[in-house]
């Protein structure tokens, strides 16, 4: 079974840059594709991006793309998302989990992710 368990949250500035890392354990992350989804309080968990199973292709929510960047190192079993010139609006539980196909979608449905991390907190505020 598949266990991923997401690190790297905290408090930071807006502007300012966090990466959080999904280490996964019980089975190497090699030939699936993983999501990044975000929770804010009493708003829907929302895809934030996604990396295919190879790497050579990432998917981006609107609200992220040009500033979050999603990344992959199988040697070390873990995926990274690196956020960058962070908003108030980005605070949010944020969770990776593992995508039911090997490719991304361009639409990230809950449905089509398994195997969830228990998130972590980003908070951005002054």
């Known amino acids: 079974q598949l266990h991923l368990a997401e690190s790297g949250g905290g408090l930071v500035q807006p502007g300012g840059s966090l990466t959080l890392s999904c280490a996964a354990s019980?089975?190497?992350?090699?030939?699936?594709?993983f999501g990044w989804f975000r929770q804010a309080p009493g708003k829907e968990r929302e895809g934030v991006a996604c990396?295919?199973?190879?790497?050579?292709?990432?998917t981006y929510g609107n609200t992220v793309k040009g500033r979050f960047s999603v990344s992959r190192d199988d040697a070390k079993n873990t995926v990274y998302l690196q956020m960058n010139s962070l908003k108030p609006e980005d605070a949010a539980v944020y969770y990776c989990?593992?995508?039911?196909?090997?490719?991304?979608?361009?639409?990230?449905?809950?449905?089509?992710?398994?195997?969830w991390g228990r998130g972590t907190q980003v908070t951005v505020s002054s």
């Open positions: 989990a593992k995508g039911v196909q090997y490719y991304c979608l361009d639409y990230m449905s809950r449905g089509a992710y398994e195997n």
């Open positions: 019980g089975l190497t992350i090699d030939g699936y594709s």
């Open positions: 990396i295919d199973s190879d790497g050579s292709r990432t």
